[in-house]
């Protein structure tokens, strides 16, 4: 067998969880999932495995898919649905039930971006946690609403007005034990300490 390759990019496996009562259903297709993969598959260099779940709106349902996504190896997990004040909205209590850590940042600054669009973003209550060695983070349901949380807000020239999430989230993922993410800058410059940072990656 050959010696893993100095400096090779470390592979990373991804949780992608889609909760709707009726995506999981069949009563129409969901996006989710989709918006979810093609971002991370954009936005990372590493080889991703990634392990898609398309769940209803069941808080046990939610926290046993999070803890078995975290016991199969997932470094990072991202849900998608579920975080309004609705009756049927239970992903953050299902998240939070599983938690060993809460990272209130994350939820924090995901608001702040969807206000610069809609008042209504008050009412989102996306949160993120860590279970074990593998970060947990609520996402809102729409594609568009997904894209912008993780990646930031931009002007007409390309320049970040508003910095997205997701460039927290390799060095949040260094500090648990987790794999080094790489991103590609033109879609979401990861931000490290410079005693953090460690050479190119060979492809």
Same mark, same amino acid.
């Given at each position: 067998?050959?010696?893993? &390759?100095?400096?090779?990019?470390?592979?990373?496996?991804?949780?992608?969880?889609?909760? *709707?009562?009726?995506?999981?259903?069949?009563?129409?297709?969901?996006?989710?999932?989709?918006?979810?993969?093609?971002?991370?598959?954009?936005?990372?260099?590493?080889?991703?495995?990634?392990?898609?779940?398309?769940?209803?709106?069941?808080?046990? *349902?939610?926290?046993?898919?999070?803890?078995?996504?975290?016991? *199969?190896?997932?470094?990072?997990?991202?849900?998608?649905?579920?975080?309004?004040?609705?009756?049927?909205?239970? &992903?953050?209590?299902? &998240?939070?039930?599983?938690?060993?850590?809460?990272?209130?940042?994350?939820?924090?600054?995901?608001?702040?971006?969807?206000?610069?669009?809609?008042?209504?973003?008050?009412?989102?209550?996306?949160?993120?946690?860590?279970?074990?060695?593998?970060?947990?983070?609520?996402?809102?349901?729409?594609?568009?609403?997904?894209?912008?949380?993780?990646?930031?807000?931009?002007?007409?020239?390309?320049?970040?007005?508003?910095?997205?999430?997701?460039?927290?989230?390799?060095?949040?993922?260094?500090?648990?034990?987790?794999?080094?993410?790489?991103?590609?800058?033109?879609?979401?410059?990861?931000?490290?300490?410079? *005693?953090?940072?460690?050479?190119?990656?060979?492809?």
């Amino acid at each position: 067998m050959n010696a893993p &390759t100095p400096n090779a990019m470390d592979s990373v496996k991804i949780g992608i969880v889609s909760v *709707s009562d009726r995506a999981s259903s069949g009563v129409y297709v969901d996006k989710g999932l989709p918006a979810l993969q093609d971002w991370l598959t954009r936005a990372l260099k590493n080889p991703i495995e990634f392990e898609p779940r398309l769940i209803a709106d069941e808080q046990i *349902s939610i926290s046993q898919t999070l803890i078995e996504l975290v016991d *199969s190896g997932c470094a990072l997990v991202l849900t998608t649905g579920g975080t309004g004040p609705a009756k049927r909205d239970v &992903t953050p209590e299902a &998240t939070l039930a599983v938690a060993h850590k809460e990272m209130p940042g994350f939820g924090e600054q995901m608001r702040q971006i969807s206000l610069k669009f809609v008042p209504t973003a008050i009412l989102s209550r996306q949160v993120a946690v860590i279970r074990e060695q593998t970060l947990i983070i609520n996402l809102p349901g729409q594609p568009k609403s997904i894209q912008e949380t993780l990646e930031g807000l931009r002007g007409e020239n390309g320049e970040s007005l508003m910095a997205g999430i997701f460039a927290a989230v390799p060095y949040c993922i260094d500090l648990i034990g987790g794999p080094y993410l790489e991103t590609r800058d033109e879609v979401c410059k990861a931000f490290r300490p410079k *005693s953090a940072l460690r050479p190119t990656p060979l492809t």
